[in-house]
């Protein structure tokens, strides 16, 4: 059994384990598939995605948030 340091995560159901075979039969279950379907934009998956923006494209988001008033001062 591959017993891992780290916990292995599914981010869309908060589902954790430390075993490798554990998250590869949740990725297949019933209820992950259809939250997968299902997903719509989180916090946390909006942060993940500008993590691995380039300095540019954040730049160019940073900008778009404030023309459209997503950021009030
Ligand atoms: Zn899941």
Redesign the pocket.
């Given at each position: 059994m591959e017993v891992s340091a780290e916990p292995y995560k599914?981010?869309?159901?908060?589902?954790m384990t430390f075993v490798k075979k554990n998250l590869t039969w949740?990725?297949s279950?019933e209820?992950?598939?259809s939250?997968?379907k299902n997903l719509k934009p989180t916090a946390l998956s909006i942060f993940n995605e500008i993590k691995n923006l380039t300095n540019e494209e954040l730049k160019k988001l940073l900008k778009y948030m404030e023309e459209s008033n997503f950021i009030t001062k």
């Amino acid at each position: 059994m591959e017993v891992s340091a780290e916990p292995y995560k599914c981010e869309i159901c908060n589902y954790m384990t430390f075993v490798k075979k554990n998250l590869t039969w949740h990725n297949s279950c019933e209820p992950h598939l259809s939250r997968a379907k299902n997903l719509k934009p989180t916090a946390l998956s909006i942060f993940n995605e500008i993590k691995n923006l380039t300095n540019e494209e954040l730049k160019k988001l940073l900008k778009y948030m404030e023309e459209s008033n997503f950021i009030t001062k």
